[in-house]
């Protein structure tokens, strides 16, 4: 097992992270010849991915594509973090969530495990990706980030990339068919940078403006209609009703 869990934590470590980065450099040209010309995949902002040294690449959520169009920005490894239940779907799905360097978090419950996992992997000096949305948009806007991400941020010390998924709603909206050769693109800004506000993220109030501040740069390269609320979990809430749903997001 990828993550040795111990009492409610998931490390990683060095030996981890090269095995990662074995399986990554296997499967990520293959995903590129077989899934870019499928989904139009295209990439804006490549240059603003930092080649070397540790890294946050916060994205929004609009659907599971965002897991392949995200990777496009960039050769190295990234580390990711996902639901806990991805890992209860099976051990095929298990093994290969936990060997492509996903760590499991148990959402809604404070899962200080994952937290730490993340953290390691940015001191030794990783490119993790977060969703700080959450889960995926139910109708393609931009809802509300929680502030895991800023917490990270500003304890590790780096900088936040931010990157866009576009289109990727469109060709595959949550619970709805997948729709091929729609155009979809990765579109990576320029990194923000918050080390004025290093070391207080334990500042409740800090740690809201910086992850605003990160929604804020997400929502001017998506273009998404921004929500001041938290998206809702499938399993704490219920979903938006059809009627929820603005004209032409459907």
Known sequence: MLFAPTPGHYLIGKEVARTVSWLW???R??????LRPVFR??????HNVPKRGAAIL?????????HVVLPMTTRRTIINISKKEHFEDGPVKSWFFHQWGIIPVDRGKGDTGAMDAAKKALREGNLFCIYPEGTRSPDGRLYKGHTGVARLALECRVPVIPVAMVGT???KPKGGKTRYFQKTAAVAGPALDFSRYW???EDKEVCRKVTDEVMAALQKLSGQEYVNEY???PAFSKQAKPADVPAGKA
């Open 25 to 27: 450099q296997v499967m």
């Open 29 to 34: 040209p293959l995903a590129v010849v077989a």
């Open 41 to 46: 995949i295209g990439v804006v902002g490549r």
């Open 58 to 66: 916060a994205s929004n959520h609009c659907s599971a594509l965002d």
């Open 169 to 171: 709603f469109e060709a």
């Open 199 to 201: 070391g207080m993220q």
């Open 231 to 233: 998206a809702p979990y």
